[in-house]
């Protein structure tokens, strides 16, 4: 039997968890821009489909964002509600398939190869309706599914009939598939690349049809030009295996206006800990390491690193330690701070013990006591929303969030 692959991309994500987030807000609008405020420096993270018909796109400066879309609504990243939904739509798509891979965020990949029976002879396309309509009915997320015989192609199916549409390449139609596609629409073939064919005279996949395999090698070298030749034939071998375990997870935020107070940049990063140690605890994952990463007004990037003897999950133990390197690096350069950012890396299971071997960390190791508040902080927040309890530091000095801030899972 052919493999079955579906790939689930989840419709202008970061919008409509926005919409989810602020239903009597974004959720009010068809104009909806995430990344930050309207007066803000940063960038757009994602744009509703009515937005994009304004030429807002990914990657623009809020700024530009702000005069081709004035009537917008600006939202922030909603971090939290975009690692909810994730997993929500991980669970619904857990009862369909035995091999789900989350490729990002907002993607993921199935495997339904060999479960023809399970499904009583149900076409793919129909098993991904279904799929489709239940994502919806439980997590109010829309999602588009593209299915071939290779991930590379479900991806690429998957593009034809956003949102909200399904597209099956059916076996053996995978040649007359690819001739659609233009060779930058290809995922992996990069501005680069497809520079370097263009000046050869290809821009579409159907100019390769009449390039032979040493040729093509001859332009972009051996392991390149052998996956593009057969990618572009409609040959993908490419196949889905459930992703390894998670690496780190990082928060940042650029800032409306460089901060140059220390007192007010130790505060914001004990926002960025406590959103980072919520995240860790979410995952039910500690951490050994942790990052603390400055940008600064003329886009110099700064980062230190240190390992605690034990692993943590606890906001006050990331921001001792997190308050101990900021403080490093701005005794090594002074000057006002566009984005502060904290990360934790060296992730174990929550349950997983380890031997301490060196000694305490800045601010003495996470005790009982840390890891009770901590917990309690998360119970309150999923009761009354993210806020719910905050240090007291945060709360007395009033301090918001910047521009634009990026939370979540890095792998």
Known sequence: MPPRILLADCDSYFVRCAMLADPEGAGASELVIVG????????????????????VHAGMPMATAVRLCPNAVFAPVPGEMVNRKHHEVRAVLDDFSPVVEAASVDEF???????????????????????????????????SIGGATGR????????????????????GGEAAFMQRFELSDIPGVGPALAEALRRRGATAVRDLAGIDLPTLVSWLGDSRAEWLYHLARGEDVGRVSPRGPQK??????????DVRDPEELET??????????ASLRAEGLRARTVTVRIRYGDFTDKSASRTAPDPIQSDRAIFAIARDLLRTLLERRSGGV?????????????????????????????????RILAEASDRLAGRFGKGALVPARIANRGVRDGTRGRGGSET
């Open 338 to 370: 566009r984005l502060l950012g904290v990360g934790v890396s060296k992730l174990v299971g929550d349950q997983e013990d380890e031997l301490v071997l060196f000694d305490d960390p800045p601010g003495g190791p996470e005790t009982e006591r840390d």
């Open 268 to 277: 914001r990063l004990m926002m960025l800990a406590v959103d980072t140690g």
């Open 109 to 143: 990949y199935l495997d339904l190869t060999g479960t023809e029976m399970l499904y009583r002879g149900e076409s793919l396309e129909q098993t991904a309706l279904r799929i489709q309509r239940e994502v919806m009915d439980r997590t109010g997320i829309s999602i």
């Open 248 to 257: 780190s997870v990082s928060h940042e935020r650029t800032f409306a206006k």
């Open 152 to 171: 590379t192609l479900a991806k690429m199916a998957a593009s034809v009939n956003k949102p909200f549409g399904v597209h099956v390449v059916p076996p």
């Open 36 to 55: 930050g405020r309207a007066d803000s420096r940063g960038v757009v993270t994602s744009a509703s489909y009515a937005a994009r018909k304004f030429g």
